[in-house]
């Protein structure tokens, strides 16, 4: 091994990562942004992305379910509440759960997860598996994403809000609330990793807990993009949407 | 529920399946048996089926390992044996190897695993966890698509042969075993479900347990299309054929 870098320089080294890797490169993105994709497909998007979105809770429990630090579990027990919300107050899922509502997806379809891909729920296990079985470590690092969502984030809302005459504002609440929520938990995480991540073998394993979140997340978009865009040949049994 | 099917409903229901979601069907067999693929597709694809390949002994063992039935165990353990092989003499992932090798694909890159797209190690992790936690009856059950490999596997080799120059009969060894191999395997495992899935409710655990495999299998396909064919997008970091 060669030796350990600085926390500055580990910290460089995500950003690399996030530059060739995260999904904001995916043209699946590109054309979902600049208006190219049509209703049913963007509802195709929503319905898959739910799987991820109602996953999210059940990932983030099982790390605080092994996390011994209590200073970091009263940080992070946030994002579930985050996103689970509570009674008489919406959370990030309940959030999605309006977004695909307002694409005009019935919940019942969303939240009965049959007709989401395949290749969706492979890809979603795998995440949580990787946050339930690895280190701490490489757990909290999976989640350092969220450094390159902001970018990701507005570009969609601006783009959806300016070239779907289907989409509003109260459709997008649940990324509103994640432009705040995002960096806020990305510089946790972010800090974490270098401060704890010393060693240039810990070090190697954060960026490769972050590559491999990116091809979770990279790999929903190939499997959205195959099935509704190019070629466009949904698996038997997925979501087939109603008109174009 | 409904009630129960005599064990000749069942396997009729579990034809119905294969007969809609085996991946006999996907567009991805058909380039591949007809000619259509060039050589860097196919070593896109053997070098990712060989990851789904090498985990079959792992899947096998884990059902051994938690088979009450003595009887069971001393059939099933013929799976690994077949494909594991022995000192001196090769078995099914040893074969695979060879096939790999056939096409021009180095042996390191493909044991190496790094190539192999994202989607295929999700899509086999999500098998071989399926087998390791779920019921018996419903691992046994997920072996099912045997039933259907005869026929795929005499349309593959033919149409390999015929199609392309650069295949010879050594390279396929692999297909020209499980001929034998898979019509015995599935023809117990068959058995075994027509004899064990008696209630409605442990019948349909089976014909899930087939529906899944049906769509880890094809979700396979589905992520080699996307990346070598069309649109033809690998993700970051996977394999990249020389020339086409």
């Given at each position: 091994?060669?030796?350990?870098m ?23 993105h ?58 008489g ?30 290749a ?40 959806m809000l ?72 949904p ?10």
């Amino acid at each position: 091994m060669t030796a350990s870098m600085s926390p500055d320089e580990l910290e460089h080294a995500l950003r690399e990562i996030g530059s060739e890797r995260y999904h904001d490169k995916h043209p699946f993105h590109h054309l979902l942004h600049t208006g190219k994709l049509n209703k049913g497909q963007i509802q195709a998007w929503a319905l898959n992305r739910y799987i991820y979105q109602s996953r999210i809770p059940i990932k983030d429990a099982s790390l605080l379910a092994r996390c011994p630090d209590m200073a970091v579990r009263q940080v992070w027990r946030q994002r579930i509440i985050d996103h689970d919300g509570a009674p008489g107050s919406e959370g990030g899922i309940e959030r999605w759960l309006k977004l695909a509502e307002g694409l005009g997806l019935s919940r019942e379809d969303v939240v009965g997860e049959r007709l989401a891909l395949p290749a969706t729920h492979f890809a979603v296990e795998a995440y949580v598996r990787f946050v339930r079985e690895k280190s701490l470590l490489e757990a909290i690092a999976s989640s350092l994403t969220e450094m390159f969502a902001p970018g990701i984030i507005r570009t969609r809302m601006d783009g959806m809000l300016a070239n779907y005459a289907f989409v509003s504002r109260e459709t997008l609440a649940y990324f509103a609330h994640r432009t705040s929520e995002a960096p806020r938990d990305a510089e946790f995480a972010l800090a974490y990793v270098k401060r704890h991540a010393t060693t240039r073998e810990d070090q190697q394993r954060v960026l490769d807990a972050l590559t491999f979140k990116c091809q979770v997340l990279w790999a929903q978009l190939d499997a959205l993009h195959f099935a509704y865009v190019s070629p466009g040949l949904p698996p038997p049994g997925a979501f087939v949407p109603d008109a174009p």
